[in-house]
């Protein structure tokens, strides 16, 4: 089975400071998909950025940018110049290729912005 | 452009008792996934229907079973409830054209169960 890990439970960042929040996922396929998902306390999860497996550049959105290391099987989430706005908690999220839209998540990085 | 809706928002039940929670998906959309977040932890997976059948189905009982409606609205029944039932339930949509899965899913606001 799939599994997603993200180690860090809580992070905190300054406002306009930059954060990286790690995963990593355990799969024997080659092709998949990669998401990160934030969920404001509202707990309506909205994406923020996705990255196909098959694909070796980076993923970007706007102050949004991810660093895939395949090899490795980590899938780290980079926020840039963060915002206040960007306090959540932070899903991994990884879909199986020719599954319909089946997601494993990992347990979340909760995401504090300081003043 | 309504996005996925769900109902209700809150729900309190008592061990044993049965409960219907609601979703709408997205306009444009076909395929209805529910998943159970407890307390704390990430969604996990229960099933997926499309054109009316369940299609895929993650690890949980026989107690949870859902329905796809025409309109492409879908319901998640759980039977014989359990304390440990309670958790935040998603619904997300996305859409399948020709065997193609659009792979971005939408998600609703959730209902919170709870089980006493």
């Known amino acids: 089975a799939q599994t997603v890990t993200q180690s860090q439970p809580e992070m905190s960042v300054q406002e306009a400071e930059t954060v990286t929040l790690s995963c990593t996922y355990d799969t024997s396929e080659s092709d998949y998909y990669l998401f990160w998902y934030k969920q404001p306390p509202s707990r309506q999860m909205i994406l923020v950025i996705r990255q196909e497996a098959y694909k070796q550049q980076n993923a970007t959105e706007n102050r949004f940018s991810v660093n895939f290391q395949k090899a490795a099987k980590s899938f780290s989430l980079k926020i840039s110049d963060s915002q206040l706005g960007d306090a959540a908690m932070y899903f991994c999220?990884?879909?199986?290729?020719?599954?319909?839209?089946?997601?494993?998540f990992g347990t979340g990085t909760s995401l504090t912005v300081i003043p | 452009d309504a996005g996925v809706t769900q109902s209700p928002t809150h729900l309190i039940k008592t061990r044993g008792q049965q409960v219907t929670l609601r979703c709408s998906p997205k306009s444009g959309h076909d395929t209805v996934s529910w998943y159970q977040q407890a307390l704390g932890q990430g969604p996990q997976f229960i099933f997926q229907y499309y054109e009316e059948e369940e299609r895929q189905r993650g690890n949980f009982p026989d107690r949870f079973s859902g329905h796809q409606f025409p309109n492409y609205s879908s319901e998640l029944n759980v039977n014989a409830l359990l304390l440990g039932d309670s958790a935040l339930y998603l619904c997300a949509s996305s859409w399948k054209r020709g065997g193609l899965v659009n792979y971005e899913q939408y998600f609703g606001p959730g209902t919170r169960l709870t089980v006493t």
């Open positions: 999220a990884y879909r199986r290729p020719n599954t319909g839209n089946q997601f494993y």
